[in-house]
């Protein structure tokens, strides 16, 4: 069986094919991440970081070809394709260069007879499935920490990304990394639900929170660990002394940048009503400006949604707001003059609570704006949500900024134009937007035992 990859920016014209992995595949995989686990572990931190940082050299050489492919694939404008190699390659590094300030043994109790100390180990073999989304930097983000806390991965992309997929496991193949170490599978959901109930030791998942849900049950059942990345609908505060003219382009790509096809993007908009009519007629302007076309060429700033499935759901969830009341300020349907997955950047007003858009996660590129009279009420409606994986406030009061970030119920919160993806930075949300944290100190921790050793001295 093959999973056909297609082309959104060029109405799904086929690119290419990858053959599904069936169950006995995926037994296989399993079982030769297992044999290669001892001495994968064995050879300690150093032995590993050798060994990783070959593997991310040679994905630095062919971060072009990676890019090209990324665009072509799922309709990542090529321009932030390679940003997303790039920032993937430093996120892999940093995990090289500083794992030693997680991993290594803590002294807990000392004195002149005894030694008390925590170490950190493997977990074992953890099944690794991501999404589409972005390519590379999600791949970088299961695996990375994984690879260097000793851990052996069976991996799984997303079926809407399969030649990708391909193109990592090629590359993983013919680079300095130990035969079973990393392994990969192809297909859709069948084969993750297949890959998740071998004898895996953890599972790390991103994706939505339905799937996620289910896996949660899949890990109770095993007793075994699970670190999920999940769904977002991230509020966002404009607040009446926010600097519009120095964040609206903040605003913007958080937003539309991948054609909102951000797991935490900023995918609801609320405005101080002194600021809202200035707000929205800005981000209008700045829309209206964008090219949108194939995400091959380096002019494209909004390229296509991944699939056609992803199309259709966008468009069921506006055409739910306009039947109950919403406004289009802009965009509100497909362009005209272009054949795929296109859907034009869009505002909506006159937003009420009982619309797909304020319930749901939207991705794709739309934006929802509601006006707000005061801080309480825009905390009550940022909080309105099913998920909580980031915030952003817009304001410059350094002591607002405290009190309503400490009151979001997300995982993280910003200002202004400050990012808080950081590689040093724990990523994950409250609510059903995830469990535990990737990236820093509290990643490696999440995918690695404790186990405390006392001895005489």
């Known amino acids: 069986m093959k999973l056909i990859s297609t082309n959104p920016s060029k109405n799904f014209e086929r690119i290419g094919d990858a053959t599904v992995s069936t169950e006995e595949e995926v037994a296989q995989k399993v079982a030769l991440a297992r044999e290669a686990f001892p001495s994968w572990a064995g050879i300690g931190l150093d032995g590993r970081i050798k060994h990783i940082k070959k593997l991310i050299a040679a994905f630095d050489t062919k971060k072009k070809d990676l890019s090209a492919l990324m665009s072509q694939e799922m309709g990542m404008p090529i321009l932030q394709a390679a940003d997303d190699l790039i920032y993937g390659i430093e996120f892999f590094l940093w995990y090289c260069d500083h794992a030693h300030e997680s991993l290594d043994p803590e002294t807990t109790y000392e004195d002149e007879k005894e030694l008390h100390q925590v170490f950190r180990e493997p977990r074992g073999v953890v099944a690794a499935i991501v999404p589409w989304n972005f390519p590379f930097s999600n791949f970088v983000w299961q695996v990375g920490q994984n690879l260097v806390c000793g851990n052996t991965i069976v991996f799984k992309h997303s079926e809407e990304t399969p030649l990708f997929g391909k193109a990592i496991e090629d590359i993983v193949r013919g680079a300095d990394l130990p035969a079973g170490v990393f392994n990969e599978v192809c297909g859709a959901g069948k084969v993750g639900d297949a890959l998740v109930h071998q004898d895996v030791d953890m599972i790390c998942f991103t994706g939505s929170t339905k799937v996620g849900q289910y896996l949660y049950t899949v890990a109770a059942k095993k007793m075994i660990p699970i670190l999920m990345e999940l769904g977002g609908s991230a509020p966002g505060i404009v607040f009446e002394d926010a600097d519009i003219n120095a964040v609206i382009g903040t605003i913007y790509n958080n937003r539309f940048m991948n054609c909102g096809q951000i797991c935490d993007g900023l995918k609801r908009l609320m405005v101080h009503e002194s600021r809202f009519d200035e707000v929205v007629a800005k981000l209008k302007k700045i829309i209206e400006r964008k090219v949108i076309g194939d995400a091959e060429k380096k002019t494209t700033d909004i390229g296509p949604l991944v699939a056609k499935r ?71 409606m940022a909080n309105h949500t099913q998920y909580g994986l980031g915030g952003y ?45 990737e990236h820093g100190t509290y990643g490696f921790h999440e995918l690695t035992q404790v186990k405390v050793i006392s001895k005489t001295k």
Request: cysteine-free; hydrophobic content about 35%; glycine content about 10%.
């Open 310 to 380: 992803q199309l259709e759901l966008l468009e069921e969830q506006v055409t739910d707001a306009v039947n109950k009341g919403a406004t289009i300020v802009t965009g509100g349907g497909k362009p005209e003059d272009l054949k795929g997955a296109y859907y034009l950047p869009t505002i909506l007003t006159d937003i009420t609570k009982n619309m797909r858009v304020w319930s749901e996660e939207v991705f794709g590129p739309v934006l929802p704006v509601i006006p707000f009279e005061s801080e309480a009420q825009a905390i009550r």
């Open 393 to 437: 406030i817009f304001t410059e009061s350094s002591e607002r900024f405290d009190r309503v970030a400490a009151q979001l119920k997300t995982g993280m919160v910003s200002q202004n134009n400050v990012s808080y993806v950081k590689a040093s930075n724990p990523f994950g949300g409250y609510k059903k937007s995830g469990l535990g944290r």
